[in-house]
């Protein structure tokens, strides 16, 4: 550990101006004096990161001094910095990707900016620069012309530790709270959004855009959009939630509770206490199943999946498995409420199978789930005599006008559906599509086997949990 200079600060080893952040100010000598990190104190500081000169940065701290500036140097925010004086006439910061930018969870607030020209972001650059570390509150931008809207802008970096508050966003293009637009695939972790709105069309998103997002929450935020609209990206999406929020899409092709992205993984992720409302194509409480998706431990409750549309493929985890070889395993959805009063294909777990997929240990309980035709309590309809399908049960109201079934609304004969149950009571349905290991069982008949015997006899713990003779099955894998 470096010796601190007590005359720097005050003799007594402590630095008067400074109040902590994510460091002590120890740390933040040995980050300036040793590691070469520039103090930034106010908003003006920030800005003078992009004039590449000799600028008094750290000002009134014990940091004071002069530094070289520039957009690939590495910089720790040493007090709250408010943007009011600044943000009317701000300009994107075009970070390199050498840039490093420390807010030792300190504020970023009060940047108010309508724009019809220049990007509204703090830094915007297709270049693998980092920032973290950050608390933005009172952000709030309207993009009126054609651009993207966020905190960040276009950018291929990580961006970890962030909590973005209170605050609105809107663009007649793509539009997300922290990341605009990625060129490339960013990687984001540790986000925090709450209490936010986001308003856009082409790609509306809780956290960003073509990023991969985890461990990461959007809570109490509206989000609405006319084009591709999720919760939380368009990426792949790891231990992330969705909750006490709503999306609103009046036309959008895709529109899912955490990721419009086909073909990436997106695991352990929950939609609690929300409301999706679409009018759209493809509309779900986690992600499409397309172009080799995989779709494992995920959870849908208390939630509600509204679609005014008449050409859709409606599920509580996915719309469509298309393309490639998807998986969906070990998801649940609980106490929803999927209403498409005008759609064909919509089902509890998924809407249609349209090509090789794969659905496994999951379960659908409680609730209710309404289309016109092709609905089910888990699959809506099944098209491939190559799709699997087994191991899972529905006890949703299932109601339709054409091809209603308790677990399944229509399948082409030879299908792989084994050991597929629902409850016969619960559903209000008598019959279902899928072939003969598709079985309706009395809610008795369900709960009793307190093990993996009987009726659940190639069924395995973990992931299930059989509870006693008055419980549904459990999966012990969801969050």
Same mark, same amino acid.
């Given at each position: 550990m470096m010796i601190i200079d007590s005359y720097r600060f005050g003799g007594g080893g402590s630095c008067p101006s400074y109040t902590p952040g994510l460091y002590t100010?120890?740390?933040?000598?040995?980050?300036?004096?040793?590691?070469?990190?520039?103090?930034?104190?106010?908003?003006?500081?920030?800005?003078?990161?992009?004039?590449?000169?000799?600028?008094?940065?750290?000002?009134?701290?014990?940091?004071?001094?002069?530094?070289?500036?520039?957009?690939?140097?590495?910089?720790?925010?040493?007090?709250?910095?408010d943007f009011t004086t600044v943000s009317s006439t701000w300009l994107a910061l075009t970070a390199l990707s050498s840039l490093i930018y420390d807010g030792n969870n300190l504020s970023i607030s009060n940047f108010t900016r309508t724009s019809a020209g220049p990007e509204v972001h703090l830094f915007s650059a297709n270049s693998l620069y980092t920032f973290k570390n950050s608390r933005i509150y009172n952000y709030n931008v309207n993009k009126l012309t054609s651009g993207n809207c966020g905190v960040l802008g276009e950018g291929r970096g990580t961006y970890t530790n962030i909590n973005i508050y209170d605050s609105s966003f809107r663009s007649n293009v793509s539009c997300c709270t922290l990341l605009g637009l990625g060129s490339g695939v960013a990687v984001c972790s540790d986000i925090l959004i709450?209490?936010?709105?986001?308003?856009?069309?082409?790609?509306?998103?809780?956290?960003?855009?073509?990023?991969?997002?985890?461990?990461?929450?959007?809570?109490?935020?509206?989000?609405?959009?006319t084009g591709d609209t999720a919760g939380i990206c368009n990426g792949a999406a790891v231990r992330c939630a969705f909750t006490n929020s709503t999306i609103n899409s009046s036309s959008g092709n895709v529109v899912c509770g955490i990721t419009t992205k086909q073909g990436v993984v997106t695991e352990d992720c929950i939609v609690l206490n929300s409301e999706i409302n679409a009018a759209g194509f493809i509309t779900c409480g986690i992600a499409q199943a397309r172009g080799g998706s995989t779709i494992k431990r995920n959870k849908i409750e208390n939630t509600d999946i509204n679609v005014t549309g008449t050409r859709n493929r409606v599920g509580g985890i996915s719309g469509l498995y298309f393309s490639g070889t998807n998986i969906v395993e070990k998801c649940e959805v609980i106490n929803c409420n999927i209403d498409a009063p005008n759609s064909d294909d919509v089902g509890g777990i998924i809407g249609y199978d349209?090509?090789?997929?794969?659905?496994?240990?999951?379960? =659908?309980? @409680?609730? &209710?789930?309404?289309?016109?035709?092709?609905?089910?309590?888990?699959? /809506?309809?099944? %098209?491939?005599? !190559?799709?699997?399908?087994?191991?899972s049960y529905s006890t949703a109201a299932v109601t339709g006008s054409t091809s209603v079934g308790g677990a399944v609304g229509q399948s082409v004969v030879n299908a792989n559906t084994l050991d597929l149950y629902w409850d016969t009571v619960a559903s209000g349905n008598a019959t279902?599509?899928?072939?003969?290991? =598709?079985? @309706?069982? &009395?809610?008795?008949?369900?709960?009793?086997?307190?093990?993996?015997? /009987?009726?659940? %006899?190639?069924? !395995?713990?973990?992931?299930?949990?059989f509870g006693t003779a008055s419980e549904y099955p459990t999966l012990t894998t969801t969050p």
């Open positions: 100010a120890e740390e933040i000598d040995t980050l300036v004096n040793v590691d070469g990190y520039i103090p930034v104190a106010s908003a003006a500081e920030f800005d003078a990161i992009r004039s590449g000169a000799a600028e008094t940065m750290g000002a009134g701290t014990c940091w004071e001094d002069t530094y070289t500036t520039g957009l690939g140097e590495k910089y720790v925010q040493i007090l709250d910095c709450s209490n936010c709105t986001v308003n856009g069309t082409l790609g509306v998103y809780g956290v960003g855009r073509s990023c991969n997002v985890s461990d990461s929450t959007v809570d109490n935020c509206n989000i609405t959009g349209q090509q090789l997929g794969q659905l496994r240990n999951c379960r =659908v309980v @409680g609730g &209710t789930i309404n289309g016109s035709s092709r609905v089910g309590g888990l699959i /809506g309809r099944i %098209s491939l005599s !190559t799709t699997v399908c087994e191991k279902s599509a899928g072939g003969a290991e =598709v079985e @309706g069982k &009395t809610t008795s008949e369900l709960q009793t086997p307190t093990t993996n015997s /009987g009726i659940y %006899s190639a069924w !395995t713990i973990p992931p299930w949990d």
